[in-house]
């Protein structure tokens, strides 16, 4: 074969497989767009699924979802959501034509366990709550609350009790609050399960030992208040924020750690009843009034022009 020959092969060869490259991308590009274009069924649910209810077939039916929004977790088909003989139940609130997903169910075969809602490296514990603590029953699961305890101080000569804040936008996962009773009134809950650190798990175990647990709700998404006060009952009076020792609220929102600086107070001045504000008379104009007392009588003398 002449050197020519060779050439033109070559040319020949790699033309070819340029054209193969191109013709598969235009073709995976078109089959791309027609996947996202058409739809897949996936399961959703047809009537409100709360915590611990079974999904059954009765409960569930399919619908065309758009291939390009099909969310992460979502089933496919009936084998695969509900297996032969087993079950799964809700874990997490589903609303009707709500897509059931995996995070949202249990695994196949297993009942209702908080376990499966808790992210890595955290611990579900449980306080006791009454109709005033849990905040009359509108605390709800997903909610994010303050901790508050009320106790009474140990170094204390007198009756001295305290509240501090002891966690601050923790996540409700499940109260125990049902709808209605047997005599159809609502049922408010008497314990609230809290995500939270290991630490903060010890320190919830040990406010129940030592005092009383309140919990408050909180606006979503709102930040931690960088200054925590002890409040005492010396605290129960008009206007205390403001004051010297309490910096009021829209100047701290204002700027933020800079007003967060340790405000310390020992038990003994928690407990130490305030002071008594002594009136002063004002002071008088410079180089216009000099006061002369004798004995218990003050003369007020007018100087100059």
């Known amino acids: 074969m002449s050197r020519q020959s060779m050439i033109a092969l070559g040319v020949a060869v790699v033309l070819g497989l340029v054209a193969v490259f191109l013709a598969n991308g235009l073709l995976n590009r078109s089959e791309r767009n027609a996947f996202a274009a058409g739809s897949t069924k996936v399961a959703v649910a047809t009537v409100p699924l709360s915590y611990g209810v079974d999904i059954t077939p009765d409960k569930v039916r399919f619908v065309d979802y758009p291939n390009n929004s099909i969310p992460p977790g979502a089933f496919t088909n009936a084998a695969q959501l509900i297996p032969a003989g087993k079950k799964r139940v809700a874990l997490l609130p589903i609303a009707v034509n709500e897509p059931i997903l ?170 130490r009843p305030a002071a008594p504000r002594v009136a002063r008379r004002p002071a008088s104009p410079v180089g216009r009034n000099v006061e002369i007392v004798r004995g218990t009588k003050s003369d007020n003398y007018k100087v100059g022009g």
């Not at 009474?152 to 509240?163: H, I």
């Not at 009383?212 to 208040?225: C, D, F, T």
């Not at 925590?228 to 605290?235: G, K, R, W």
């Open 102 to 271: 995996s995070g949202k169910i249990s695994g196949v075969g297993s009942g209702a366990s908080i376990a499966a809602l808790l992210p890595d490296g955290m611990r579900a514990a449980t306080v006791k709550v009454n109709a005033v603590s849990g905040v009359a029953g509108f605390i709800q699961p997903n909610d994010s609350v303050d901790v508050l305890i009320t106790r009474q101080l140990p170094d204390s000569e007198r009756d001295a009790q305290v509240t501090d804040v002891l966690l601050q936008n923790v996540r409700v996962i499940a109260i125990d609050q049902k709808a209605k009773n047997t005599n159809g009134a609502p049922d408010l809950a008497k314990t609230a399960t809290l995500e939270v650190t290991p630490l903060d798990a010890q320190k919830l175990a040990l406010g129940e030992s030592v005092g009383s647990l309140s919990l408050v709700l909180r606006k979503p998404g709102e930040q931690n208040n960088p200054v925590v006060e002890t409040v005492s009952l010396n605290d129960l009076r008009y206007n205390v924020y403001g004051g010297a020792r309490y910096p009021a609220p829209a100047v701290v929102g204002s700027f933020g750690a800079a007003m967060a600086a340790p405000l310390l107070r020992t038990a003994a001045q928690i407990s």
